[in-house]
């Protein structure tokens, strides 16, 4: 079945460091993929999506290209912020259909 | 505000009681959810409702019921709790195809 497997964290960085958060996937078909960033005592936000191959998501300086050919949908920004402490989560919904399926949730620390 | 409202936002149950977790959305969506979040399990599926008066189970729908009351309401029932239900429970709410979900801000249930 459909799965997404993304790096274990925690991840602790220094205000401005430069950060990735790895996420692959395994689905049959084009599924759609999906970045949902949860700060502490809240529900999970869409950050950014893709839909199809070579599609780049981008918000809030956070972008995630689509690569098909590696099965994956990195997530980036160039600066992090003590703001941008959280639980990111990868997800993926195949096409057609109804579920999303979300990766395990990587949390990230940025120290000021 | 437009999005997805759960209640209540904090509960604690004996075992053996019941309750019913309360969720409504104004988006006008067709598809509704119900996810557990556990430490270090990311979200699962419990219930999820593809249009109003169809229901299907999850990943994990032991213990649980769910009443999809109209369009806007998706309420889930524990009819016996049990410690192993305790968690952060979610609802969502989407449209079909590549959309995103837009989250509730959560139910945090303890069971002792």
């Known amino acids: 079945g459909d799965s997404v497997t993304q790096m274990e964290g925690p991840v602790t960085l220094s205000e401005e460091a430069f950060l990735t958060i790895n996420c692959t996937y395994t689905?049959?078909?084009?599924?759609?993929l999906f970045w949902y960033v949860q700060y502490p005592g809240e529900g999970l936000q869409l950050l950014l999506k893709?839909?199809?191959?070579?599609d780049k998501g981008s918000n809030k300086g956070f972008e995630a290209t689509y690569r098909k050919e590696t099965t994956s949908f990195h997530l980036e920004k160039g600066s992090v912020q003590v703001s941008d402490s959280a639980v990111y989560f990868c997800?993926?919904?195949?096409?057609?259909?109804?579920?999303?399926?979300f990766g395990a949730g990587t949390r990230l620390f940025v120290k000021a | 505000n437009a999005g997805v409202t759960q209640t209540p936002k904090f509960q604690v149950l004996k075992t053996g009681q019941s309750m019913t977790l309360q969720c409504a959305q104004d988006?006008?969506?067709?598809?509704m959810y119900w996810y557990r979040q556990d430490p270090g399990m990311g979200l699962r599926l419990i219930y999820y409702?593809?249009?109003?008066?169809?229901?299907d189970k999850g990943e994990v729908p032991n213990g649980y019921n769910v009443s999809r009351l109209n369009k806007r309401e998706f309420s889930l029932r524990l009819e016996s709790a049990a410690p192993s239900q305790t968690s952060v429970y979610f609802c969502?709410?989407?449209?079909?195809?590549?959309?995103?979900?837009?989250f509730g801000s959560g139910t945090r249930l303890t069971v002792v």
């Open positions: 969502a709410s989407s449209e079909e195809g590549y959309y995103g979900y837009t």
């Open positions: 689905a049959t078909g084009y599924p759609s």
């Open positions: 893709a839909t199809k191959a070579d």
């Open positions: 997800a993926l919904r195949a096409t057609g259909g109804f579920k999303t399926i």
């Open positions: 988006m006008n969506h067709n598809s």
């Open positions: 409702s593809a249009s109003e008066g169809t229901t």
